[in-house]
């Protein structure tokens, strides 16, 4: 994974992961890459200065680059930069902005979900033995939904059970 700070044309700047550089190359070729901001299609990779170590944490400053030509310097010879302790950035969790078409097939998972919930029964733990009983035909054939460790689930699936994993959606808010 790659960690890039992103500007707009309008100015707005951002951060986003992905996959490698390529990626990111034929994700901003392909206007995928948009400015959450104003949804500008237009944007490049802003100048993202080094980590700086400091003891055990490490650090990363986004140094947004305003669109056009940069302005000349007022004095030819700056004086050298001395760093400055920067604070601790806490890590963060993997983002994507998502097509109109990632969104419609997200609200297809979650109302999957949400209707098995709504009409199977939820056997929490005993799911393995409660599927085995139906697939046995010990008891009457009925949606069900509960918790199967990934021995339980392989052993199933090495028995002929057909049972699929519920999708797991991040809350509405994202």
């Not at 080094?50 to 003891?55: R, T």
């Amino acid at each position: 994974m790659i960690h890039y700070a992103l500007i707009c044309d309008q100015g707005h700047s951002f951060e986003s992961w992905f996959q490698n550089s390529a990626a990111y190359d034929k994700q901003a070729k392909r206007s995928l890459v948009t400015c959450p901001v104003c949804g500008s299609a237009k944007v490049e990779k802003a100048i993202m200065a080094p980590s700086l170590a400091s003891g055990s944490e490490r650090a990363e400053v986004a140094v947004p680059q305003p669109p056009g030509p940069s302005p000349a310097p007022p004095n030819p010879s700056p004086p050298p930069l001395q760093p400055t302790p920067m604070p601790a950035i806490p890590p963060k969790n993997p983002v994507a902005m998502m097509s109109p078409p990632e969104r419609e097939l997200r609200q297809k998972l979650k109302e999957l979900r949400d209707h098995i919930t709504k009409n199977a029964n939820y056997v929490g733990p005993r799911f393995p033995e409660e599927a085995r009983k139906i697939h046995y035909g010990e008891t009457e054939h009925r949606s069900i939904y509960g918790e199967a460790s990934p021995e339980e689930a392989k052993e199933l699936h090495e028995e002929g059970i057909e049972f699929h994993p519920l999708p797991i959606l991040p809350d509405d808010k994202n």
